[in-house]
């Protein structure tokens, strides 16, 4: 069973055009053998899918984990009905939302100028933002699956995540469709990392004062990347996201208003991720620990209202 993952009928019912993948079912008969046996085969039309899936009697479906990447570019399709179903519960529509987005954010992060990435990109954070919106407890749902382990491209998926958060606590009447800018912003704020080294992204350790020079151009790389391409709200957050409220950041050193509002937000959002997920060179903290160190450690870094809002909205719920 190890080469498989599960798979609900009630996300296949759920499906739409042609399937990209094998389908497998578990005959109890089998469990002994736990080798699960083909019931679909890939490039079935759906409506024949589903009325195998309904008349199989079976509740329980699995697909190889070699086929993993053709089931999230299908459920890319498809989120938004899945978004929409209420008969699916809240965790498990995290859990498909979370894991599509950070599919979508690593293929990006492979080859970030493509123009099919950047819609992909957009499509999926107009899901997430609505997703979020939805009702209180859809972000804490969210958070909660975060990767407690640090990959470029789950950081910036958080980021966008806890910045969607708390500019909806901040601006709580905001229709969703102003905030699509924004959050395209924090969830490819980072995008300029794809042009360092991973030797030196990973290193364990101290960095030398070269290396360290390289990591802090990549607000720069990452503005380079996609100039062409975003709104100027996007590419602020991109080139302003290490920017600190007494002036002491990078690339341009701004100081407090000189900082756009969304800018100030990203920030904050992206340092309690960093702080709260492994890295290379510090295990995670607790997200109280990374409070203290956040307005002890970091006096100045961040606008004090936004900081404090920030904290009302996490209370403690992530971890
Ligand atoms: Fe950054
Ligand atoms: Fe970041």
Redesign the pocket.
């Known amino acids: 069973m190890d080469n498989y993952i599960s798979i609900s009928k009630r996300y296949l019912m759920k499906m739409f055009g042609e399937i990209t993948f094998d389908l497998f079912v578990l005959p109890s008969g089998r469990k002994q053998l736990k080798e699960p046996v083909l019931l679909v085969r890939r490039n079935t039309m759906l409506t024949n899918l589903k009325e195998t899936v309904a008349a199989s009697g079976f509740e329980n479906f699995y697909i190889k984990k070699s086929d993993l990447q053709n089931l999230y570019h299908h459920i890319e399709n498809c989120i938004g009905m899945v978004i929409d179903d209420p008969l699916i519960p809240l965790r498990e529509k995290s859990q498909i939302i979370y894991s599509c987005a950070a599919n979508v954010m690593k293929e990006v992060f492979a080859d970030p100028r493509s123009g099919e990435s950047l819609s992909r990109v957009q499509k999926v954070t107009r899901n997430i933002i609505r997703f979020a919106l939805a009702d209180r407890s859809t972000i804490p749902s969210l958070l909660q699956l975060s990767s407690h382990d640090y990959y470029t491209f789950t950081h910036c998926l958080n980021v966008a995540v806890f910045s969607i958060g708390l500019w909806n606590t901040i601006n709580p009447t905001d229709k969703p469709e102003t905030l699509q800018d924004f959050a395209l912003g924090c969830i490819l ?2 995008i ?2 794809s042009r360092i080294d991973d030797a030196i992204l990973n290193k364990p350790g101290r960095l030398t004062a070269e290396e360290f020079a390289t990591i802090k151009k ?2 720069i790389f ?1 503005y380079e990347l996609m100039a062409d391409s975003v709104s100027e709200t996007t590419l602020d957050i991109i080139l302003h ?2 920017e600190k409220h007494d002036g002491k950041g990078y690339p341009e050193g701004l100081r407090g208003d000189r900082i756009s509002d969304t800018a100030k937000i990203a920030t904050i959002a ?1 340092v309690y991720d960093a702080l709260t997920t492994n890295r290379s060179y510090a295990e995670a903290r607790a997200p109280f620990n990374a409070f203290l160190t956040m307005k002890e450690e970091m006096v100045g870094h961040f606008e004090q209202e936004k900081f404090i809002s920030f904290i009302q909205l996490l209370g403690g719920k992530r971890g």
């Open positions: 704020h980072d300029g990392k990549h607000p990452g996201h290490h992206d």
